[in-house]
Nanobody
Framework: QVKVVESGGGWVNPGGSLTLSCTTS????????MAWFRQLPGKDRELIAT????????YYKQSAKGRFTISRDNAKDTTNLQMNDLRPEDTALYYC????????????????????WGQGTQVTVSS
């Protein structure tokens, strides 16, 4: 089990950029696939991006492709989400989550596999 803490949210103009950071503590970070989800008001939490334990593979929701980049640093127990060309529809509460994985290169997209969650960080895109 890992404790997950997000940071880096805030307000940004359309077309702007933000980097969300996620730090973990507890169990061995490199044993976990990591992901970023977001939740819009009144809607279910949705997967935005995920990265394998070794960082070699990643996956993005279609609307995030080409704009968002997920990365991780196993030496620092951190995961980041670089978000560029932000749009008003990206406004949401963003969550970092961890899923224990037996395979270094596995991509995990099933929400129920993510057992450790942060409290979320708000991103607001508005002029």
């Amino acid at each position: 089990q890992v404790k997950v803490v997000e940071s880096g949210g805030g307000w940004v103009n359309p077309g702007g950029s933000l980097t969300l950071s996620c730090t973990t503590s507890g169990d061995t970070f490199s044993s976990y696939a990591m992901a970023w989800f977001r939740q819009l008001p009144g809607k279910d939490r949705e997967l935005i991006a995920t990265i394998s334990r070794d960082g070699a593979r990643d996956y993005y929701k279609q609307s995030a492709k080409g704009r968002f980049t997920i990365s991780r640093d196993n030496a620092k127990d951190t995961t980041n989400l670089q978000m560029n060309d932000l749009r008003p529809e990206d406004t949401a509460l963003y969550y970092c989550a961890a899923a224990f994985s037996g395979l270094e290169t596995a991509i995990i997209t099933a929400r129920q596999r993510y057992t450790d969650w942060g409290q979320g960080t708000q991103v607001t895109v508005s002029s």
